[in-house]
């Protein structure tokens, strides 16, 4: 192997196995906001569980690590083999240049065994480690504070059914650091102090803000809030937030609350609650009444990225106002505080048409639009796919609702400003008879194929 400086070392991600279509975009889009791209090593493996990398730095890593919620740890990655012989092969070549500086003698460390599908016996671990004795360790071991990490990893395949006896692959490597997991938990809208029945759940939140790049002083909008879960993982990530929607309640945090043995909402059921309770207030600009067929904004490039989950007409209606003209006023001239006047169907097809137009004129140069497409999976195709001139495809990522039914998390980025000819309408794009099959999503859904619990579509999140 040619000496290399540890400028342009191999890394390993070991990654969860959980959401597998996500990954990859989620690790690429965390590299572009390093500037870097993603360049994996031979025989890359998109579904394997760990991903060797070239091309990136320790720093690099540990910008990585400190978002992703895919990736569970990274290493340094030292040597690799199908067999303990290749393995040893592999440490013996590699440079010590690069091994010494966490191998002197005032050094303290561990060596730690993972297996991937497989679960070794303590005596099996503690006899690999001591195999290791051929590298030139001279520090101290320290089970409980070491200063350096190593770890062997063995790869036994992703067949539960099906384990070898011996693994498919090993890796051995300096342990850099562990991704973002534990949000998933610390996050769990079960412990938020305002939710809704289709409020998203926190892994996939974080997921969408990572997808879109969102970073540090962003601006972010999001324009089917709901109870604002998207806008939470935004925050996190030290954007600033701000959505819309078109229920009133939902926005002033009034109506019936989702708290066992409470009939109304609290004071402190509403998004600027649910921020606060992560420390990020701050981050948090306003939530306001809005229909999303009829956008407020000026005409001009505002956000950083617009995240968010459109309602698919399952657990919440889709709906939007009617035109003037057809609103009349109560005999007493007086509205109710949640009423909207005429209200009308909203189809998915116009919602994705409204969505696509609504980004490509009010996002920045380069900003991201990330949202959830509901599709029929027997009639799915790449081309039911919205598109929009100004707006780059940049993934495409499926969630399995039922056998019959999915989620597709769309991803895409600003490459133009729009011009007059642009704007996606139902006569001047020629696919829009495509989106039009999105309408009757709601009606295949219930057509008895695909019956599902509504826990299970409360956990899934079903059209925040």
Request: with cysteine.
């Amino acid at each position: 192997m040619a000496a290399h400086s540890r400028s342009c070392l191999q890394y390993l991600l070991h990654l969860a196995q959980d959401n597998l279509d996500f990954r990859l975009p989620e690790i690429k889009a965390l590299l572009a906001l390093r500037g870097k791209a993603f360049q994996p090593c031979e025989k890359f493996k998109e579904k394997s569980p760990f991903w060797c990398l070239d091309g990136l730095s320790e720093e690099d890593v540990h910008s990585i690590m400190s978002r992703s919620i895919c990736a569970k740890s990274a290493f340094e990655l030292w040597g690799h083999g199908q067999t303990h012989r290749e393995l040893r092969t592999s440490l013996l070549n590699y440079p010590s240049e690069n091994m010494s500086p966490f191998m002197h003698k005032d050094s303290t460390y561990k060596i730690s065994v993972y297996t991937f599908n497989k679960t070794l016996k303590f005596t099996d671990r503690i006899e690999r480690i001591d195999a290791m004795e051929y590298l030139p360790f001279e520090g101290t071991v320290s089970l409980k504070n070491p200063q350096h990490v190593f770890c062997l990893l063995e790869d036994y395949g992703t067949d539960p059914n099906n384990i070898p006896e011996d693994p498919d692959y090993i890796y051995f490597g300096r342990w850099i650091g562990d991704g973002q997991r534990e949000l998933i938990r610390s996050h769990s809208v079960k412990n938020r102090h305002f939710i809704g029945n289709t409020s998203m759940e926190a892994g996939l939140s974080l997921i969408m803000a990572n997808h879109a790049k969102v970073k540090e002083n962003d601006l972010v909008f999001d324009p089917f809030v709901g109870t604002g879960s998207l806008l939470v993982a935004c925050s996190h990530f030290g954007a600033y937030v701000c959505g819309a929607d078109i229920d009133y309640n939902t926005i002033h945090g009034k109506g019936r609350s989702s708290r066992k043995n409470q009939k109304w909402r609290g004071p402190d059921e509403n998004i600027r609650a649910n921020l606060r309770q992560y420390g990020a207030e701050k981050m948090y600009l306003d939530v306001m009444v809005s229909d999303a067929a009829k956008p407020v904004w000026r005409e001009a490039p505002l956000f950083d990225a617009i995240i968010t989950d459109p309602p698919y007409g399952i657990r919440e209606s889709t709906r939007r106002t009617g035109s003037h003209k057809d609103i009349t006023k109560p005999s007493d001239g007086v509205y109710e505080e949640s009423h909207v006047p005429v209200s009308q169907a909203y189809h998915l097809s116009d919602i994705f048409t409204d969505l696509l137009n609504f980004s490509a004129h009010h996002l920045l140069m380069g900003g991201r639009l990330v949202y959830w497409l509901p599709v029929y999976r027997p009639d799915y195709c790449q081309e039911m796919v919205p598109l929009h001139p100004c707006l780059q495809l940049i993934s495409n990522c499926e969630q399995t609702l039922s056998s019959h039914t999915s989620r597709r998390l769309i991803t895409m980025e600003k490459i133009k400003e729009p011009e007059e000819v642009d704007s996606l309408t139902h006569l001047a794009d020629p696919c829009f008879s495509l989106y039009q099959g999105h309408n009757a999503f709601r009606e295949k859904y219930f057509s008895g194929l695909n019956k599902r619990c509504g826990k299970e579509d409360h956990k899934l999140g079903l059209g925040e």
